[in-house]
């Protein structure tokens, strides 16, 4: 019941279907709940509202705290099964990331964790940028590595624009070209490809390397139930943006 599975059930509902909405967790929302965390995101949450005003409108019920299983699928015996069960956090090979105080970016936006005053985030995607400025704006010393020649290269012109001005405001430091081979808090010891320098003083560590597709085992349900047909939809299929995996969803459920 993440921004995909909600709008493909909201296409098929308007088409005459009764979708059955199945959510493992005790709320709707999926990533989007995390999304709203960072400054200037709160309006994000009228992805889900929405979605959910019209299942309700249609008398779709979403089941709660229901993870899909074969015992599930059995007793359903769906004609189609959507996926749409989002995206996990990517943890890197680096040496030192199995210690203590070492968080995930979603972790952090969820308020689960305690990270101290001066905070190194792995990642300068847009999940590393946000929750940097997330942490700046509680008042933490962030230092942001990333790999690449620049950060944030997902977001578009005006938001980046916005973005970048807050991350300079709060003087979050950007390490760009810089690649991070050890963890040994409170050091940290990082390579720009030609000499490796130890960084010293951090209290945490936020990983947030990109994602992967949190996928259950489609193969053993695709041989288990062969008249079943699966569909594999939002960040299941591949880490994107919410606009990408809303469009998916709406297309996939428009084509059948």
């Known amino acids: 019941a993440g921004p995909a599975g909600l709008e493909a059930a909201c296409v098929l509902a308007e088409r005459g279907l009764k979708p059955i909405v199945y959510e ?81 970016g979603d972790s952090v936006l969820h308020g689960s964790v305690s990270v101290g005053k001066k905070v190194a985030v792995l990642g300068g995607g847009l999940i590393g940028i946000e929750t ?5 704006e509680q ?56 000499s490796e320098q130890t960084v010293d003083g951090f209290d945490s560590i936020v990983v947030a390397a990109g994602r992967v597709a949190n996928c259950p085992p489609i193969t053993k349900w695709a041989q288990d139930f062969p008249e079943m047909k699966i569909l594999i939809i939002g960040d299941a299929s591949g880490s994107g943006l919410a606009i990408d995996a809303i469009y998916q969803a709406a297309v996939a459920a428009a084509g059948l």
Do not use: W
């Open 132 to 136: 940097a400025d997330y942490l700046a």
């Open 24 to 104: 493992q967790d005790s709320v709707i929302g999926g990533l989007i709940r995390l999304a709203t965390k960072p400054p200037k995101k709160k309006n994000m949450e009228q992805i889900i509202s929405y979605r959910e005003q019209r299942l309700k409108q249609f008398g779709i019920t979403i089941h709660l705290n229901t993870q899909v299983n074969d015992e599930l699928l059995a007793q359903e015996k769906p004609d189609i099964l959507f996926v749409a069960t989002g995206s996990k956090p990517l943890i890197p090979p680096i040496r030192g990331l199995e210690g203590d105080h070492i968080y995930t």
């Open 139 to 194: 008042g933490k010393q962030v230092h942001v590595f990333e790999t690449d020649s620049d950060v944030a290269r997902s977001l578009n012109e005006s938001r980046r624009y916005f973005l970048m001005d807050r991350i300079q405001q709060n003087n979050i430091q950007i390490h760009t070209n810089t690649k991070v081979i050890e963890v040994r808090l409170p050091k940290i010891i990082i390579s720009n490809g030609t």
